[in-house]
């Protein structure tokens, strides 16, 4: 093998590595996990390609919109869900008080949903 053909098995090596790094992070590593309580505000399957499950949580509290300012909004979160059988049970939730564990990543995937949050499990639905 001659030195070209080394440097270039190298750096394309380096490439693919890094390449791969990059997307694992970016799409496939969890970068936290927790819990959220809230009241469903709408939950909806969605999507011209890739259906998908996204919902809504209203979040009991409120939250400042700008700085020194009378505005407030209620805390919102929203997720995606990929499992079929929790996506079942949260479209019958519509208006109800559930807690969901959900986990995070740094980007979204088009089969996976619109959001970073995809919910894992139901601890409760009151």
């Known amino acids: 093998m001659t030195r070209k053909a080394k440097i270039i098995t190298i750096s394309s090596s380096i490439v693919v590595l890094a390449l791969g790094l990059f997307i694992f992070f970016r799409f496939f590593f969890v970068y936290s996990t927790g ?5 469903i505000n709408y939950f909806q399957k969605e999507g011209i390609l890739f259906k998908t499950y996204e919902g809504k949580m209203i979040q009991s509290g409120f939250r400042s919109t700008k700085v020194n300012t009378t505005s407030i909004q209620s805390n919102e979160f929203k997720f995606s869900v990929t499992d079929e059988k929790i996506a079942e049970r949260l479209m019958r939730a519509s208006g109800k008080h559930v807690e ?15 959001s970073q949050f995809v919910v894992t499990e139901i601890l409760s639905i009151e």
């Open 35 to 39: 819990v959220n309580a809230g009241d």
């Open 100 to 114: 969901l564990r959900w986990k995070r990543h740094f980007g979204t995937l088009p089969w996976r949903g619109n």
